[in-house]
């Protein structure tokens, strides 16, 4: 049923009927408002039974998650920008088990300077821990891919994040439907966990290995990651047949089946983006938008097929490695055909918004050949700020 609510509060919600039996928790803006519903649902006795761990970081809480699941409970947490990056050191262990871990990341961009507002910044640093990525585009998206995330999780043996924009999804209130207990049950059957602790038989887990095994190990967590991506497209085509909406899945491709140029982006960006498209659609511009829904495992071939045949690409990054340039934008030159340009560029880092006249004018630029191919445009950059430095800069004599 519908009901108007909180982004943070339908997701807790969306948790709590997925029935955890281990929540570990640690405050940070702005997964906040996650963590605290589950603590009052707890408490109130909605969420019976489950173990609310109050922890003393964000890697107390990962590792209070890892310890739980390895237990045989079906365990939760929550976290954020440096959160993340505290638990930096448990997120391999967690993959590395092979244990089904479901965490929300709100997405917030990483220090210094501090800024508590969104971008990907967060989770892309991670990319690589060996985690499950699925980024919603909405707050309605957020509540399923977290239902669909634990079926994954525990039809794979391996952690998810669900990543959702910080502030802009975490705190919209709008109208979402979070699913009634009885049809989360019916889609998510009781945890049955692979592999667990038992003190009537007990094993080491985690152990040393030297280069004899490492290499197989390693093997295997990258072959699993790659099986997933079958699963993830009929976890999310067992959704739809329950709920009736289409959510989740690999990619989401929009208008891009005639498009001369289509913008690629994760998040809740996708909005603004088919928005635009929609606008440009009305002036004769055939574009088109293609979200990633998926970033990890990275689905090659999907994004492959959505992406051939278009002549041009826009790539939305959100997030910068710096010393290299982008990161969503080098998974799609990689994947995209010869016949495709692809062109990069930076744009909302710290919060700063995605607007459709910036996006429209990237469609516009690009078209009309006024945006280089292979250089990494910054969209919005105040290029005077940024000269101003490196003039000072220059001027700085080294004792």
Same mark, same amino acid.
């Given at each position: ?140 998206? =957020? ?5 669909? =995330? ?30 009634? $207990?009885? =049809? ?41 990651? $790659? ?102 934008? $080098? ?69």
């Amino acid at each position: 049923m519908l009901r108007q609510v909180e982004g943070s509060r339908a997701v807790a919600d969306a948790v709590a009927r997925c029935r955890p039996a281990v929540v570990a928790a640690y405050p940070i803006s702005p997964q906040t408002h996650i963590v605290e519903g589950l603590s009052d649902l707890v408490t109130t006795g909605d969420l019976a039974p489950c173990e609310y761990l109050m922890v003393e970081s964000e890697f107390g809480a990962l590792s209070a998650c890892i310890g739980a699941s390895a237990a045989g409970a079906r365990t939760y947490t929550a976290t954020s920008s440096q959160g993340l990056l505290f638990m930096a050191e448990a997120l391999p262990n967690a993959s590395g088990l092979g244990l089904p871990i479901v965490m929300t990341v709100a997405n917030r961009a990483l220090g210094a300077p501090i800024n508590i507002w969104n971008d990907h910044s967060d989770a892309l640093s991670q990319r690589d821990a060996g985690w499950l990525q699925l980024f919603a585009s909405s707050n309605q998206e =957020a509540v399923d891919l977290h239902l669909q =995330a634990f079926a994954l999780a525990e039809r794979l043996s391996v952690p998810v994040m669900v990543c959702m924009d910080g502030f802009v999804l975490t705190h919209a209130m709008e109208e979402i439907d979070v699913p009634e $207990q009885d =049809a989360v049950d019916a889609f998510l059957p009781a945890f049955a966990p692979r592999q667990w602790l038992d003190p009537d038989d007990p094993v080491t887990i985690g152990a040393m290995v030297g280069p004899g095994q490492f290499t197989e190990v390693k093997y295997l967590m990258a072959r699993r990651q $790659q099986a997933a991506l079958a699963d993830i497209a009929e976890v999310a085509a067992e959704f739809e047949s329950t709920f009736g909406r289409e959510s989740g899945g690999l990619v989401r491709p929009y208008r891009i089946d005639d498009a001369e140029v289509v913008l690629v982006a994760m998040g809740s960006a996708l909005g603004t983006a088919a928005d635009v498209v929609d606008a440009l659609r009305e002036e004769g511009i055939a574009a088109g938008v293609l979200g990633i829904t998926c970033y990890r495992p990275w689905p090659h071939e999907a994004v492959r097929e959505a992406l051939r045949g278009i002549p041009r690409a826009i790539v939305v990054n959100r997030a910068i490695a710096v010393g290299s340039g982008s990161i969503l934008g $080098q998974d799609v030159r990689l994947t995209a055909s010869p016949g495709t340009e692809v062109h990069d560029v930076v744009m909302g880092l710290g919060g700063r918004p995605v607007t459709r006249a910036g996006l429209r004018q990237l469609v516009l630029d690009v078209l009309h050949g006024r945006l280089p191919r292979g250089a990494l445009h910054y969209v919005d950059l105040d290029e005077t700020v940024a000269a101003d430095e490196i003039a000072r800069e220059a001027e700085v004599t080294v004792p």
